[in-house]
């Protein structure tokens, strides 16, 4: 194993994604380390979150997770290679009271990995105000939505379901006023970041 450096998130997913994969163990990743990519770092988690789909042993969990450089400690896994650590809640993957989330591809740097969606990061954002009032996840939400196409319908839809009506009417007050702050064309300064290696790169459409 050839050990390096991982100072960003962006760098440990990549690395854990390529070694859940190069042993076969499917597994999507979900929380806040989604809405750490799709915010460019704006929003920093302190971990990575990985739904497992199907049954796979701890043994070869942790000798997936070996070949990255992290060692089981309790129930996460860390590396003296990065401050970020690795966790496996249990599943199903869900959202509120969604658990029919589908997860996306997702290509960071040289590995392709399952995600949650730009809509579902901010739908899961968006589940921390309704439910704990987080005025950080409303935020969180807010530039997600700014930043990525996201599906308003679907999340109001959502939104409602979870009886929360009025928060997410608090998200598009809070979306609207912050958009209308923003400089004209703002998109192509993101566009470089895209390039960077670990980058994160933006390929799924979100208008389904």
């Not at 996306?104 to 105000?129: E, H, K, Q, V, W």
């Amino acid at each position: 194993m050839i050990r390096r450096k991982l100072p960003r998130l962006s760098d440990v997913a990549e690395a854990v994604g390529a070694a859940l994969g190069k042993a076969g163990i499917r597994a999507v990743l979900t929380g806040g380390a989604c809405a750490t990519l799709f915010t460019d770092g704006d929003y920093q988690s302190s971990d990575l979150d990985f739904i497992l789909e199907g049954e796979v042993r701890r043994l070869q969990l942790d000798e997936a997770l070996n070949s990255a450089g992290f060692v089981r400690q309790g129930d996460r896994y860390v590396s003296p290679d990065t401050p970020f650590f690795v966790e496996f809640p249990r599943g199903p993957l869900g959202i509120g009271r969604d658990i029919s989330v589908r997860p996306r591809p997702l290509r960071i740097g040289r590995t392709m990995l399952l995600a949650l969606s730009a809509t579902d990061s901010c739908r899961d954002r968006l589940a921390a105000f309704y439910h704990w009032r987080d005025r950080q996840s409303l935020e969180t939400a807010v530039l997600i939505a700014r930043r990525h196409r996201v599906n308003l319908r679907r999340i109001r839809e959502w939104s409602a379901g979870e009886g929360a009506i009025e928060g997410f009417k608090e998200f598009l007050r809070m979306l609207s006023s912050r958009r209308g702050d923003e400089r004209p064309a703002p998109r192509p300064r993101l566009r470089p970041l895209a390039r960077r290696p670990g980058a994160l790169k933006r390929f799924v459409d979100e208008r389904e």
